[in-house]
C-alpha cells in the first residue's frame, strides 16, 4: 500500500511569486485535505476535497486554491506569496466523507523571502 | 466551533519513565478525537483515535489514551517511554460542519527524553 507523497520536498519562493505543491493520496483514499503548518504551531485547515469537488474551507484567502484529478491526486496553489506563507504544507489523505481519519504525507517546506 | 487546548508546550521525561500529554477540547457533542506524532521535518504519523465505545484506546508504539466526557480531556499515557519517543505530539478533533471533515489541531507539546 502506497502511503501519501508530497512534492517538492523544500521550495524558495519570492514574494508576490505564485507556487503549486502536489500530493498523491493513500491507494484506495478519495478525500484529500490541506494543512499548512507555521513554525512551532499545530496544523491550521485549509480546504478540503472529495470527488474533485472542494468540500469545505478553511480560514484562508481565495489566493490559496486547489485542484483535485480523476486520480485523486491534488494540488494547492497559492497566489501573491507573502512572507507568512512560509510553513510546512500538508496534505492529508482519507476515504470517503466519513473522513476524519486522515493520514498525512511528509509535507512541502515552503519559505518565501 | 471546537477547539483544542494542550496545556504543556514543553516536556522532559528520563527515558523508562512513565508520561502522559494532556488535551484538552472543546466541542458541543462527542468529537472525533486523535493523537499524531511529528519528528523533526516530517508529516504527522497516527498513534491512535476515538470514535465511540471503549474509552480507553490503544494505539501504536505502546501508546493509549483516555477519553473522559466529564473533564472534556484525551489525555495521551505511556507507561515507559524510550529514547525514539523524542518528538512533537498533536492532539486533534474532528467534528465537521456543512459536511467537511476537517481537524482542529491543539499547539503540540514537545517530548525530550532524558538518558
Known amino acids: 500500500e502506497t502511503g501519501v507523497t508530497q512534492s517538492p520536498t523544500h521550495l524558495i519562493k519570492t514574494r508576490g511569486q505564485q507556487v503549486t505543491l502536489r500530493c498523491s493520496s493513500q491507494?484506495?483514499?478519495?478525500?484529500v485535505s490541506w494543512y499548512q503548518q507555521a513554525l512551532g504551531q499545530g496544523p491550521q485547515f485549509i480546504f478540503q476535497y472529495y470527488r474533485e469537488e472542494e468540500n469545505g474551507r478553511g480560514n484562508f484567502p481565495p489566493r490559496f486554491s486547489g485542484l483535485q484529478f480523476p486520480n485523486y491526486s491534488s494540488e494547492l496553489n497559492v497566489n501573491a506569496l507573502e512572507l507568512d506563507d512560509s510553513a510546512l504544507y500538508l496534505c492529508?489523505?482519507?476515504?470517503?466523507?466519513?473522513?476524519?481519519?486522515?493520514?498525512f504525507g511528509p509535507g512541502t517546506r515552503l519559505t518565501v523571502t | 466551533a471546537q477547539s483544542v487546548t494542550q496545556p504543556d508546550i514543553h516536556i522532559t521525561v528520563s527515558e523508562g519513565a512513565s508520561l502522559e500529554l494532556r488535551c484538552n477540547y472543546s466541542y458541543g457533542a462527542t468529537p472525533y478525537l486523535f493523537w499524531y506524532v511529528q519528528s523533526p521535518g516530517q508529516g504527522l504519523q497516527l498513534l491512535l483515535k476515538y470514535f465511540s465505545g471503549d474509552t480507553l484506546v490503544q494505539g501504536i508504539k505502546g501508546f493509549e489514551a483516555e477519553f473522559k466526557r466529564s473533564q472534556s480531556s484525551f489525555n495521551l499515557r505511556k507507561p515507559s517511554v524510550h529514547w525514539s519517543d523524542a518528538a512533537e505530539y498533536f492532539c486533534a478533533v474532528g467534528a465537521g460542519d456543512t459536511g467537511r471533515r476537517a481537524l482542529t489541531f491543539g499547539s503540540g507539546t514537545r517530548l525530550q527524553v532524558q538518558p
Open positions: 492529508a489523505s482519507s476515504s470517503g466523507l466519513a473522513g476524519y481519519e486522515q493520514y
Open positions: 491507494s484506495g483514499h478519495n478525500t
